[in-house]
Nanobody, 128 residues
Framework: QVQLVESGGGLVQAGGSLRLSCAAS????????MGWFRQAPGKEREFVAA????????YYADSVKGRFTISRDNAKNTVYLQMNSLKPEDTAVYYC?????????????????????WGQGTQVTVSS
């Protein structure tokens, strides 16, 4: 069994920063990529960022490009999301996800249904 545990969420003022962490534990598993998604109240889940575990290629939603940075620490089995210049519209529950098999279709990184494991989520609230 694989567990993904997010941490680092909280309340921050607009313009501030937060760093989310997602630690993978349980049985050893190889993965193609890990990603961050978010869901605001009353809205559908949306893609935020993803990173290829091997090679480190990164992908971002247009809404966070230039403000958020995804990174990984292979030794710690952890993926991070550094969020700067936060806006009230970034308020959401942020979920970490892991994808086992590679895909090569268009925008594969943004399709939640292609991810195999999900964390429980961490709340991020940005006040104006």
């Amino acid at each position: 069994q694989v567990q993904l545990v997010e941490s680092g969420g909280g309340l921050v003022q607009a313009g501030g920063s937060l760093r989310l962490s997602c630690a993978a534990s349980g049985r050893t598993f190889s993965r193609d990529a890990m990603g961050w998604f978010r869901q605001a109240p009353g809205k559908e889940r949306e893609f935020v960022a993803a990173i290829r575990w091997s090679g480190g290629s990164t992908y971002y939603a247009d809404s966070v490009k230039g403000r958020f940075t995804i990174s990984r620490d292979n030794a710690k089995n952890t993926v991070y999301l550094q969020m700067n210049s936060l806006k009230p519209e970034d308020t959401a529950v942020y979920y970490c996800a892991a994808k086992i098999l590679p895909d090569y279709g268009s925008s594969w990184w943004s399709i939640g249904g292609l991810y195999d494991y999900w964390g429980q989520g961490t709340q991020v609230t940005v006040s104006s």
